[in-house]
Structure formats: structure tokens, C-alpha cells
């Protein structure tokens, strides 16, 4: 079934750990998204990828890193986390037209609780 | 000004009557206009997209853009109490960045009441 996948779909994590989040599509999709959904704060950008190779910034991206290797991953890694990123965390993609009429489909989730 | 500002709800709606949902925009540049639903503890899912003035039907739900308003909703006819949950409106942008931003709304929560 064709779609994004996550990885894991949830964890406990003790603050100052490593910890890496998985983000799979196979769609094909050029561009791949890292949001972060808090209450009362929406959904935040935290780094996204329009392309295989190609990393940027979002609004929120401190504390967080990427990479694209090839087109269908996109891991999310927390160098040292910190209470304060827990989260729920969703990957998306899109095909990234340039015309800008590009819809997003987002990744089931992972609901992360550091402590 | 929020960039993008949605009714602030929630909103509840006995079975079978029209929801109305609305979103404001702040940037006149915006480009294509989306409405997600989001279930409890699920993730968004894409429902309607707009790009032209005007309204856009998808079965029951039709999307309506105002783009001198700068004002886009969504009506859903015939509600249903499967319909109950958040409705995140979605903007998006490419303007002089490198990327195109989507920028969401806070969403607004819709009960449908039996």
C-alpha cells in the first residue's frame, strides 16, 4: 500500500539521550517534511527536503537534524533530547511542483515523550 | 495577525445539518489553499484542496475561496457524527523562499451530534 510509514510509533526517552526518528515513503515524492504538532502551538516545521540531497530549515529546527540520502527516506535525529521535545512528530512529502500547487500527505506518527 | 486564523470553536452541529468552517489568510501572495481532517491521536488527512476563486465540491464537502477576502471555508452538508473531529486549514506559499511553506491554522474541533 502505497504511503508514508513511521518509525516507531512511540517512545519514552530519557532526557540527554540519542534518538533517531524513521520516516519512509513510496510514493515517489520529491519533497519530505518534519512537522511537530503541540497543543495550542498547531503543527510546526522543523526541517524539510525538497529533494534527494537537499536539507532546509523550518521554524523550529533547533535541537533537531536531517538528511536525504536517496528519495524515499528521511530520518529525524535528536542529538540530546530534552523535555521540552516531547512531541508528536509527523513526517509528510509531496511532489513539490513548482507551480506551488502541491499537496501534502502526512505519516501516521510518532508520539514522543522525553523525561 | 496570525498568519492563518480559523474559527476558534468548537463547533457543534446536530446530524444532518451544514458545518461551517472558516479561515482567514494574511499573505495575498498565498497560493493553494487545503483543508485536513484530523481524528484523535491520528494524523491529518488531506480532503480538499483549492487553488481558484470560487467553490471546488467533493461529494459533501465543498471548498469556497475568496482570494480578495482572503478568506477560504469548508461546508460540510448532510454531517455526520463520523465527521466529528479537527479541521486544520492550510495555506501555502512559495514566495521568495526556498521551499514552499505550508502554513496551518489551529484547527477547529466540529462535534456532530446524533
Redesign the interface.
Given at each position: 500500500i502505497a504511503g508514508i510509514t513511521q518509525a516507531p510509533t512511540s517512545q519514552i526517552l530519557a532526557a540527554g539521550r540519542r534518538m533517531t526518528l524513521r520516516c519512509t515513503q513510496d510514493m515517489r515524492h520529491n519533497?519530505m517534511?518534519w512537522y511537530r504538532q503541540d497543543l495550542?502551538l498547531?503543527?510546526r516545521?522543523i526541517h524539510?527536503s525538497?529533494t534527494a540531497g537537499t536539507t532546509?530549515k523550518g521554524e523550529v529546527p533547533d535541537g533537531y537534524s536531517v538528511s536525504r540520502a536517496n528519495t524515499d527516506d528521511f530520518p529525524l535525529t535528536l542529538a540530546s533530547a530534552v523535555p521540552s521535545q516531547t512531541s508528536v512528530y509527523?513526517c509528510a512529502s509531496s511532489e513539490?511542483h513548482p507551480?506551488?500547487?502541491?499537496?501534502?500527505?502526512?505519516?501516521?506518527?510518532t508520539r514522543l515523550t522525553v523525561l | 495577525q496570525k498568519e492563518v486564523e480559523q474559527n476558534s470553536g468548537p463547533l457543534s452541529v446536530p446530524e444532518g445539518a451544514i458545518a461551517s468552517l472558516n479561515c482567514t489568510y494574511s499573505d495575498r501572495g498565498s497560493q493553494s489553499f487545503f483543508w485536513y481532517r484530523q481524528y484523535s491521536g491520528k494524523s491529518p488527512e488531506l480532503i480538499m484542496s483549492i487553488y481558484s476563486n470560487g467553490d471546488k465540491e467533493d461529494g459533501r464537502f465543498t471548498a469556497q475561496l475568496n482570494k480578495a477576502s482572503q478568506y477560504v471555508s469548508l461546508l460540510i452538508r448532510d454531517s455526520q457524527p463520523s465527521d466529528s473531529a479537527t479541521y486544520l486549514c492550510a495555506i501555502f506559499f512559495m514566495g521568495g523562499t526556498s521551499y514552499g511553506k505550508l502554513t496551518f491554522g489551529q484547527g477547529t474541533i466540529l462535534t456532530v451530534h446524533p
Open positions: 519533497a517534511y495550542g498547531g503543527l516545521l524539510y525538497n532546509g509527523f513539490n507551480t506551488g500547487n502541491n499537496e501534502q500527505f502526512f505519516g501516521p506518527g | -
